[in-house]
C-alpha cells in the first residue's frame, strides 16, 4: 500500500509553525468561532476569548480583526509586554492613535487628541511609518491615573469623530492585575459607556479570568460575553492537516491523520508541533503516502525536543508526586483514592495522594476531570508519551 519512493525534490519549507501567531493559509478550521466572533464585534457586543495557552486565542482575533479592518478600526495591546503601570499609558496612546484614519494620523492631529491629558505626551513615528506616542517616566500614580482614564475614553471618542465602529482587543488580559489591582474597575467605569467600541479581552490563566468576568462581585462581572476557545475540532483538523501536507507535495495517508489528532486531541499548538515533526521526517526520503508508523517516529522527535522542559519538571516534583504522575500516564480514568489504583501504581495513603494531587493541580500539571470521583488528567498533551518513555525498560528504547 506504501510505496517507498525515491525522490529528487527540491528542497520544501514545512508547511507547519507553532509557537507563534498563525494567519493565512497556516491558520485552519474555526470558521463557526470566526463568523461568531466577527458578528460579536460589528455588533460592539464587548467579548472575554477564555481558552488554555497555546489555544489559538491571539491567532483567531488576530484573523478576524484583518476580515473587517475596512469597516472597523482596531487597536491590539499586549499587556504581557507592559512591565509596570506607568508602561501603560504610552502602550495604550500608540496603540489608540493607530485607530486614526490615516488622513487623521498627521502629527498636529494626533496631538490634539492628547491635548487634554494629565501628562504629556511625546510624538513621534516608528519605521513603518505609524505615529507613537510617549510619556515621560517619573510621573506621580496620581497624574498615570488620570491619564489612563483619559486615554480609556480615546477610543469611544475616535468612534465618534469617524461615525463606525472599532474594536480594541487586550491581550493577556490575566496580567491585568498583576499591573494594578483598581485598573478593571477603571476600566470598567469607562468602558461600560463606550457603545461603538467593542472590547475583545483575551485570557489563559482561566481561574484569574473567569473570576473577575463571572465573579458577582468583580469589577467586570457581566462586563462581556464569555466565548471558550476549545480544542480544532477533528473534521476541521483533519483536512487542514490533510491539505498542508499535500500543498508540498507530500501526501499523507487518512490513518496517518487520525494517529496524529488521537495523541493531540486537536490541540492547536501541539498538533501543529507533531505535523511539524511527521513532515520533516518524512521529507527527505520518506514513504507516500505517509504512514502512522512515520507520526509515531515524530512523536519521539518532539519527546526529544521537549526533553530538557519535561527534564526540569520532572526535576522539581516530589517523589510522591512522580509517582502520582506515572500511574496516570499509564491510566487515567481511575479515581486516585481508590484502593486498588493506590496498590497497583504503589501510591501509599489517600492522604499522601491527596498532598500530591493538590500540589500538582496547583502547578497545572495535572486538572480535575468534572464528573464523580477523583479522577484527574494530565494537562500537557505530550508528557504522558515522555512519562512512558521514562518509565520503559531499557531495552525498549
Ligand atoms: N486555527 C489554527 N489553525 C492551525 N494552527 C493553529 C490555529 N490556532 C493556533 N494554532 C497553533 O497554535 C499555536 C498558538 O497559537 P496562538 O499564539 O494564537 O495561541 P494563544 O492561545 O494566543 O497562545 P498563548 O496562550 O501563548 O497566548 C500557533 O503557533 C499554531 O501552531
Ligand atoms: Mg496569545
Not at 468612534?159 to 474597575?185: I, W, Y
Not at 509517582?323 to 501510591?347: I, T
Not at 493541580?361 to 480535575?368: N, T
Amino acid at each position: 500500500m506504501y510505496n517507498r519512493i525515491v525522490r529528487n525534490v527540491p528542497a520544501m519549507r514545512n508547511p507547519f509553525r507553532y509557537g507563534e501567531v498563525v494567519r493565512g493559509d497556516r491558520f485552519g478550521g474555526r470558521e463557526r468561532e470566526r463568523q461568531e466572533l466577527m458578528a460579536d464585534i460589528l455588533n460592539g457586543q464587548n467579548v472575554v476569548v477564555i481558552s488554555p495557552r497555546r489555544f489559538g486565542k491571539t491567532s483567531l482575533v488576530l484573523e478576524v480583526l484583518a476580515d473587517i479592518a475596512d469597516s472597523v478600526p482596531s487597536a491590539y495591546v499586549d499587556l504581557l509586554r507592559v512591565p509596570s503601570v506607568e508602561h501603560l499609558p504610552s502602550a495604550l496612546a500608540t496603540e489608540f492613535a493607530r485607530l486614526l484614519s490615516p488622513g487623521d494620523r498627521m502629527i498636529d492631529r494626533v496631538r490634539r487628541l492628547f491635548d487634554d491629558l494629565a501628562l504629556r505626551p511625546k510624538f513621534g513615528v516608528d519605521e513603518a511609518g505609524r505615529p507613537t506616542v510617549e510619556f515621560e517616566p517619573g510621573a506621580s500614580a496620581a497624574d498615570i491615573g488620570l491619564t489612563l482614564d483619559g486615554l480609556f475614553q480615546l477610543p469611544g471618542r475616535i468612534a465618534e469623530r469617524r461615525k463606525t465602529r472599532v474594536a480594541v482587543v487586550f491581550d493577556e488580559f490575566q496580567s491585568v492585575v498583576d499591573l494594578d489591582t483598581g485598573l478593571p474597575a477603571r476600566m470598567r467605569a469607562i468602558f461600560q459607556l463606550q457603545a461603538d467600541v467593542a472590547h475583545v479581552f483575551l485570557g489563559s490563566r482561566r481561574h484569574v479570568i473567569e473570576r473577575l468576568f463571572t465573579g458577582e462581585n468583580e469589577p467586570m462581572f457581566r462586563m462581556a460575553k464569555v466565548f471558550p476557545l476549545g480544542p480544532i475540532p477533528a473534521d476541521e483538523f483533519g483536512p487542514f492537516i490533510h491539505g498542508r501536507f499535500v500543498s508540498t507535495k507530500s501526501p499523507i495517508s487518512a490513518e496517518a491523520v487520525e494517529r496524529i489528532l488521537s495523541i493531540t486531541g486537536g490541540h492547536p499548538h501541539d498538533t501543529q508541533e507533531l505535523c511539524y515533526f511527521t513532515w520533516a521526517e518524512t521529507s527527505a526520503n520518506g514513504i507516500y503516502p505517509i504512514p502512522p508508523t512515520a507520526v509515531d517516529r515524530a512523536l519521539d522527535r518532539v519527546l526529544d525536543a521537549e526533553n530538557a522542559r519535561y527534564g526540569a519538571l520532572w526535576d522539581r516534583l516530589a517523589v510522591s508526586q512522580r509517582s502520582l504522575l506515572v500511574a496516570l500516564s499509564r491510566e487515567s480514568d481511575a479515581g486516585v483514592y481508590e484502593a486498588k489504583f493506590r496498590r497497583r501504581h504503589r501510591l501509599g495513603e489517600p492522604t499522601s495522594v491527596a498532598r500530591a494531587a493538590g500540589r500538582l493541580v496547583d502547578l497545572e500539571v495535572i486538572a480535575p476531570v468534572p464528573g464523580p470521583g477523583a479522577v484527574y488528567r494530565i494537562v500537557d498533551t505530550f508528557l504522558p508519551a515522555w512519562l512512558r518513555r521514562l518509565m520503559a525498560p531499557m531495552g525498549d528504547r
